[in-house]
């Protein structure tokens, strides 16, 4: 049974064009919405632009024109850049539209008409950027945080919301909703928010002063205040009151905004529907905010990294990977073209794409690029585990990407592919090509190679929906029959033998960083090494790892599995220890027997080809996993210098 699922962005100012940070908002939504659409809920995807108040006008009088005009350009230019960064909203809602003023002035007039909103003169600091009033105590040296300009003391009648009343409610219904705002950080800010005593709520502005807004149905003579206008866009954007639409999505809305706009959304925005009689949202997800240069972005500083400008150099599916990948929901990130160059690099186009092209070459040459059987009693002998490994990936994906997670949510199925391109090492089906008696075992190997991609493709669904649908189209999908369905992507053997696969496609050419960005200067004619390093970890984490010096007492080969030796191992324990290494093509057993080595003692055991490995022997090996052959590469065990008792840990 569909369940219902309703996302929203911000709806983002037209006073400047759009830049990196409204981008990424709105492509957590995109994913989210996608990832939802894919666990069949019936979805409804909502952004839009904010056109009232002080603050468009004056952009309008700044650009010598109408603010009608004005609103209508740059709304455009939102409008016309979603579809081009594959944003799949539902609808795009304008401020400006004459059924969403209808809907703000309904609900004025019912929290009017119920006192909730009073009259009364005010004299305060306002601050001309943020439009609204500050109190003494939210000052820093006397002037707005945001702006860092002194507020003009202003004195007139406006109408006041009654927020102080809902106080104690709104503390008492987060406490009871312990994830309605989230992450927790947040929900404790908005709690620490509500220590001091709410102000009422300034909730208009005199026509005298700001005519460009919508006029309060119970006085003409004043707009109501931009954030009361704004937030109400959630609900009339479904249609309401009439509309089914309200009835189906309202009860699970979830909103997505940075950090800068909490309090709006935190503490108004749930007041305002209480006193409107409307349920409060289900989540306010909370994202931090991208640091360009180590400031925050804004409009305001002018350091704003132009996105349509980078998904154009760097393609837009490996622009969207970055953006999820890098950044924790929640926490602050550092944007900058280095890091985006090194992740297309190493995660896009060494990951994914060498394992894509590798198993799909090899389906081409080892079998004219038609799907080969895989008989289950040849897996079950070669021990390649794929459908636990993948029923593992898909169980924290699917965790992880409800909850927000996304970056955690992308290492579940890079641990799939890392995991994937080691089988390839491991099995070596070069080798297997070379007798025919193996011809089950290389059939076995690259079915289930293809069913892993397969997999992946669907997973990768959400973040990167070109490259999923390039994928499929590989591995013989119709266009018109993509499967982006959980259950269909769960399907073990999916994949029907006999499919003729398309000739192999590049998914993620390697890129070069730019000349003006490199990172450091090189001495002329210096060789420069290209070494591509893991992400940084601390300390505990390389704690976690028990490196433990072993002795090989027993060197065997394993059947068909030209590449491996099976060791046995004296760890300092009561019995010996057996390990799979991948080092026969570098070493003869008598080479290896009596010599110490570096093990890792406290790896997950794992079966490979059929034979249990407890721990893992370290090599060092000239090249990683960029040859397809395999033959190139130099590999030598790690060994200590000075004969030790085994198990001596290493520190
Ligand atoms: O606040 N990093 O509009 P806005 C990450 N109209 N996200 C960022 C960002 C950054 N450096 N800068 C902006 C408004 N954003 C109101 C909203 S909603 C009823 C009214 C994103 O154009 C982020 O989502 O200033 C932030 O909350 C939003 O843009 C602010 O957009």
Redesign the pocket.
Known sequence: MPQPFYIT?????VNAKPHL??A??TICADVINRYHRMVTDETFFLTGT?EHGDKIMRAAKKENTTPRAYVDKISALFRELWPQMNISNDYFIRTTDPAHGNVVQMILQRIYDQGDIYFSEYEGKYCFGCERFYADRELVDGKCPDHQTAPETIKESNYFFKMGQYQQWLIDHIRQHPDMIRPERYRNEVLAFLREPLDDLCISRPKSRIKWGITLPFDKDYVTYVWFD??L?YVSALGYPEDARFDKFWPVVQHI??K??LKPHGIYWPIMLKAAGLPVYRHLNV?G??NVAQS???KSLGNVVEPLQLKNVYGLDAFRFFLMREMVFGLDANFNEEALVQRINSDLANDLGNLFSRVITMAHKYFKGVVPQSDPAIEAELSLGMPERIGRAIETYTQEMAGFAFHKALSAVWELINQMNKIIDVTAPWELAKAKSSLPQLQAVIYNLLEGLRVISGLIYPIMPDTAATMQKHLGYAPDQPFFKIETIKTWKHLAPGTQLPKSTTLFPRVEMPKAAAPSETAPGAIVPKIELKPEITLEDFARVDLRVATVLKVEPIARAQRLLKLEIDLGEPEARSLVAGIAEHYTPDELIGKQVIVVANLKPAKLMGVLSKGMLLAASSDSSDSSDGSQKQTVALTVDRPMPPGSPIK
């Open positions: 962005t911000p709806i983002y100012y940070g409204h990424y908002t904010d704004a937030l866009n905004v940075a800068d706009i994202h905010y991208w925050k972005m804004s």
